[in-house]
T-cell receptor, first 113, second 115 residues
Framework: NAGVTQTPKFQVLKTGQSMTLQCAQD?????MYWYRQDPGMGLRLIYY???????DKGEVPNGYNVSRLNKREFSLRLESAAPSQTSVYFC????????????FGSGTRLTVV | GENVEQHPSTLSVQEGDSAVIKCTYS??????FPWYKQELGKRPQLIID?????GEKKDQRIAVTLNKTAKHFSLHITETQPEDSAVYFC??????????????FGKGTMLLVSP
């Protein structure tokens, strides 16, 4: 039981490049989330998917897009990376009916130069 | 949306001492308050949570207290050990425009336990 798996673990991009961060969970959770973590800022919500087929903006959605590909997978795309998007990105999932707690992936450390 | 304030930002204690981290929230309708521990380079992991129908919850050396009137909740760690050194985050639910609730996190407290 892997939980929440994120790929890649590390990535360096040049300004203007695009990339997709992948996230998959094997816990049959309905809800999935993307957060970014910056020093002194805590975890800030980028986008979330309450259930398969739905996505909504969080606190800091500008510069990002998401796709809930199926119940297991929730990807985050940077269309034109900027240095301000240098961060650690965490994907999380939970089952809202039975469990309030989030399970986080191991994170993707992204540097935009 | 919810606003979560967390204090202190750093906390240094000697091994065996107690540590207390405090959080305040703004939405009086919030009913679930988790605490996460994040070791260096690792993912945040849920260590304890409390729901609004209780005032205190304990799990071995950690406890969480909730004061709904004052809208604050606290994490208490007793008999601290070096392996307790980590960043701790509190969180509270935030109701989105969609009607769905997500977690809003505090900015974190770096706890350092010296042997």
């Amino acid at each position: 039981n892997a939980g929440v798996t994120q790929t890649p673990k590390f990535q360096v991009l040049k300004t203007g490049q695009s990339m997709t961060l992948q996230c998959a969970q094997d816990m049959n959770h309905n809800s999935m989330y993307w957060y970014r973590q910056d020093p002194g800022m805590g975890l800030r919500l980028i986008y979330y998917s309450a259930s398969e087929g739905t996505t909504d903006k969080g606190e800091v959605p500008n510069g990002y897009n998401v796709s809930r590909l199926n119940k297991r997978e929730f990807s985050l795309r940077l269309e034109s990376a900027a240095p301000s998007q240098t961060s650690v990105y965490f994907c999380a999932s939970r089952e809202p009916i039975t469990d309030y707690g989030y399970t986080f992936g191991s994170g993707t450390r992204l540097t935009v130069v | 949306g919810e606003n979560v304030e967390q204090h202190p930002s750093t906390l240094s204690v000697q091994e065996g001492d107690s540590a207390v981290i405090k959080c305040t929230y703004s939405d009086s309708a919030s009913n679930y308050f988790p605490w996460y521990k994040q070791e260096l380079g690792k993912r945040p992991q849920l260590i304890i949570d409390i729901r609004s129908n209780v005032g205190e919850k304990k799990d071995q050396r950690i406890a969480v207290t909730l004061n709904k009137t004052a809208k604050h909740f606290s994490l208490h760690i007793t008999e601290t050990q070096p392996e307790d050194s980590a960043v701790y985050f509190c969180a509270a639910p935030s109701l989105r425009a969609s009607g769905y609730s997500t977690l809003t996190f505090g900015k974190g407290t770096m706890l350092l336990v010296s042997p």
